[in-house]
C-alpha cells in the first residue's frame, strides 16, 4: 500500500502532535499535579510556583512544649541545670520517592541537644529551627544544609522554637531513616509532603533504681 505525499504529511503531523501532546502531559504531572496533589516536587518547580513548600513552623509551641520551664537550663558557664531529666528518643521512617518530611523538637533557649541519624541512601538535608515568637514561614534558621547518608552531633538552641531536620528523598527508590536523640527537649512533631503531622511523645530518661546510701 503506498501512501501520497500529503497522507504521509498528514500522519507526520499527527505524529508529531501526539508527541508534543504527550510530553506537555508529563510536564504538567510532574511540575504542577504531583505537587499540588501528593506534594512530590521533583523538579522544584511546586515550590518555585508557590505551588507547595516544606511546612511552616508551629505559630505556637505545642502544648506543654515548657511546662514550668523545667527544660530551661539553669545557670551559666561549662555547667547548667535542668528542673527534669533529659528526654531520649529513637525512631525511623520510611521515605517514599521524592517525598520529604520534618521532624523537630521544641528546645527552650541555651536546651542541648544530641543526635545521630543514618539513611539507606543520600538525602537532602536540612538540620534548622524556627523561633516560637513570630515564627512564621521564613523566619526558619539553618544550622546544618548538605546532602548526606548520616550525621552525628550536638546542638545548643540559640533560640527558643522547634528544632530539627528537613530530609527529602530525591530518588524514585525508597529511604529509611533511622534517628536517635538524648536531649532537653519535649515535644517532637513530625510533618510529610502529604501534610499530615503527628505528635510523638517522648519519654524522660529512666534512671537506676536507688538500692540504698552508703
Known sequence: MTYTPSELSSAKRLTQATI???????????A????VEYGIDRLHTGR???LVRPAEPLDEPPVGANVDGVMTP????????YGAP??????????GPYEYLEYKYHLAEG???????????????????????????????????????????SLVAPFAGMHGWYWENP???????????????????????????????????SL???TGAR
Open 32 to 35: 504542577i499535579v504531583l505537587p
Open 111 to 153: 536546651a542541648s541537644l544530641l543526635y545521630s541519624w543514618e539513611a539507606s541512601a543520600l538525602l537532602i538535608h536540612d538540620l534548622h529551627g524556627a523561633p516560637d515568637a513570630g515564627g512564621g514561614r521564613g523566619t526558619e534558621v539553618s544550622q546544618d544544609k548538605q546532602n548526606r547518608t548520616r550525621a552525628s552531633g
Open 86 to 95: 533529659y528526654r531520649v528518643d529513637s525512631t525511623a521512617f520510611e521515605l
Open 171 to 205: 530518588g524514585g527508590t525508597p529511604v529509611t531513616i533511622r534517628l536517635t536523640t538524648a536531649g532537653f527537649y519535649t515535644t517532637a512533631i513530625e510533618t510529610r509532603s502529604n501534610r499530615t503531622r503527628r505528635t510523638h511523645e517522648v519519654e524522660p530518661a
Open 48 to 50: 518555585a510556583l508557590g
Open 20 to 30: 508534543a501532546a504527550g510530553v506537555v502531559a508529563v510536564v504538567i504531572l510532574f
Open 208 to 210: 537506676p533504681p536507688v
Open 74 to 81: 539553669i545557670g551559666s558557664g561549662p555547667a547548667v541545670r
